[in-house]
């Protein structure tokens, strides 16, 4: 049964970076659809992107790329998130979740989700 | 991008009463795979979401079969046969044919 445990919150400030991570276990890593959502206060979700560690190269939701680096560490078994510049609308709960599948264009059946981490952005 | 939508945005419910939810969307999501690709998602209160349905109306592992999802192309619906008080939360469907987007969602509360 895959785990994923995420660290955690962070206060930042405008103009920086924000890096979570999402540790796996119970499973095989590197074979497994990793995937970055969000949920900003009075919002839905939205996907970020995600990445299967074994191929390396991750897939990012369009209005996040150039914002967004998704990397999978096979040593220590995590899947980090990068994000820049960041802004006051990027405060909200992020999560990874694993997928049962993936399409060209990104995820289906994120059947195992991290805790959330709660990220504020503020000066 | 496809945009999702739901209804309704909210659904009070009686406990063991039947509810239904539906979800639009822009374009159709059948694959010609056969598949169409809609999940259905519940996050309770104060916790990660769930998944409940992929592929439309495949239930995921551990959810009750008082869960059901059906619908085809462009129009979709969330069942459920008797509301169960810890039902609560709001629902979110999701795409991933072209992108990944999600509906507004619908909150689900006790009447």
């Known amino acids: 049964q895959v785990q994923l445990v995420q660290s955690g919150a962070e206060l930042k400030k405008p103009g920086s970076s924000l890096n979570v991570s999402c540790k796996v276990s119970?499973?095989?890593?590197?074979?497994?659809?990793l995937n970055w959502l969000r949920e900003a206060p009075g919002q839905g979700l939205e996907w970020l992107g995600g990445i299967i560690p074994v191929f390396g190269v991750a897939n990012y939701a369009q209005r996040f790329q150039g914002r967004i680096t998704i990397i999978a560490d096979e040593s220590t078994n995590t899947v980090s998130m990068e994000l820049r510049s960041l802004r006051s609308e990027d405060t909200a709960v992020y999560y990874c979740?694993?997928?049962?599948?993936?399409?060209?264009?990104?995820?289906?059946?994120?059947?195992?989700w991290g805790q959330g981490t709660t990220v504020t952005v503020s000066s | 991008d496809i945009v999702m939508t739901q209804s309704p945005v909210s659904l009070p419910v009686t406990p063991g009463e039947p509810a239904s939810i539906s979800c639009r969307s822009s374009q159709s999501l059948l694959h010609n795979n056969g598949h169409n690709y809609l999940d259905w998602y519940l996050q309770k209160p104060g916790q990660s979401p769930q998944l409940l349905i992929y592929f439309a109306s495949e239930r995921a592992s551990g959810v009750p079969d008082r869960f059901s999802g059906s619908g085809s192309g462009t129009d979709f619906t969330l069942k459920i046969s008797k509301v169960e008080p810890d039902d609560v939360g709001i629902y979110y469907c999701m795409q991933s044919l072209q992108a990944v987007t999600f509906g507004g969602g619908t909150k689900v509360e006790i009447k």
């Open positions: 119970g499973g095989p890593f590197v074979h497994q659809n």
């Open positions: 979740a694993k997928a049962r599948g993936v399409t060209i264009f990104g995820p289906y059946g994120m059947d195992v």
